[in-house]
């Protein structure tokens, strides 16, 4: 590993939690969706040795992964690849433009409030709801800007429209999500991974393997904070909220890192025909809504 910066992002990964599963479904939709979705799992063992995870881990991680529901097995000959199972694709291409293209509502004075009755309806609505970007001011109330779309599970919900000034929106946020958790991991995130624009920056050329180690390893931190933020309009946001910051420095470093890491990809990703195939047109478009000038600082 050739710079500090991305060796103490490494040891902060290492002192977390095991997260091996979660790291491999990063490292499926970031970087083997847009190039096929299959890959060898020799491809998947030579990326997470970078790491220093074992390899016993990580067929473990893998096996459970399958076992969940959310990667396939193909065998040819001796060698098993994985993909993304259809479950597991569809949950992380529902991820993906939250992620890379977010589009904030147009908050125009109005909440959309489901009202969910107690058992089992409002357990299985809860995660349903909280990925759509709804809130809970309370138990079994759930509150949107009137443009988020309801998910199915809880399309039996009583559905009221309510309206609100900006003061009273705002107060009915700051009930509703943990915005102030949320600020404090993007400022967290930009904390983390701003020492690396120097490296990446400078006038050394950065090798393929720290390319691609850093461009996972700064998606997935990156994703597990923008997930959590319901994307709710100025409006309704607290003073000085530092997602655009965090949003300008991901799209700055994923952009600078992206040409090295799908070098590596070239070179070590395998699928069952062979090489990996080149990445398709939705790879070009991640962080489109970040203006261009801005890639350029």
């Known amino acids: 590993m050739s710079h ?3 060796s103490r992002i490494v040891s902060r990964f290492k002192r977390e939690p095991s997260r091996t599963g979660s790291l491999i479904i990063t490292f499926y939709g970031d970087a083997i969706l ?3 979705g299959s890959v060898w799992l020799g491809t998947l063992l030579q990326f997470l040795n970078m ?3 074992d390899g016993g881990v990580v067929r473990t991680a893998v096996s459970r992964l399958a076992a969940d529901g959310w990667l396939d097995r193909d065998k040819a000959g001796r060698k098993s690849f994985y993909k993304l ?13 939250h992620v890379y293209n977010p589009h904030p509502s147009n908050w125009a ?15 299985a609505s809860r995660a349903a709801l909280t990925e759509a970007g709804f ?5 079994g109330v759930w509150v949107a800007p009137s443009d988020v779309p309801v998910p199915s599970i809880a399309e039996g919900a009583i559905r009221l429209e309510v309206s609100a000034d900006d003061a009273m929106g705002r107060q009915l946020a700051a009930a509703s999500w943990s915005l102030e958790r949320t600020a404090e991991s993007y400022r967290e995130f930009v904390k983390t991974f701003a020492p690396l624009e120097g490296w990446i920056g400078g006038a050394d050329k950065v090798a393929p393997a720290d390319a691609i180690l850093a461009r996972i390893l700064l998606i997935h931190h990156y994703r597990r904070v923008i997930l959590r933020d319901p994307l709710l ?7 000085a909220w530092p997602a655009l910051e965090a949003r300008e420095l991901c799209a700055r470093l994923y952009q600078a890192l992206l040409p090295p890491s799908e070098s590596w990809l070239d070179e070590h990703g395998e699928s069952v025909t062979g090489s990996l195939p080149s990445p398709g047109p939705e790879l070009g478009r991640r962080f489109s809504d970040v203006r261009s000038d801005m890639l350029q600082k």
Do not use: C, Q, Y
Request: hydrophobic fraction near 35%.
């Open 51 to 53: 790491l220093g995870t």
């Open 233 to 239: 309009p100025a409006g309704l946001l607290p003073p």
């Open 109 to 123: 004075g109005r909440f959309e409030l489901l009202l969910i009755g107690n058992g089992a309806d409002r357990e």
């Open 34 to 36: 847009p190039r096929g």
């Open 135 to 139: 809130g809970s001011p309370m138990p």
């Open 85 to 97: 199972a259809k479950s597991g694709r569809e949950r992380f291409e529902a991820a993906v433009e």
């Open 4 to 6: 500090p910066s991305l």
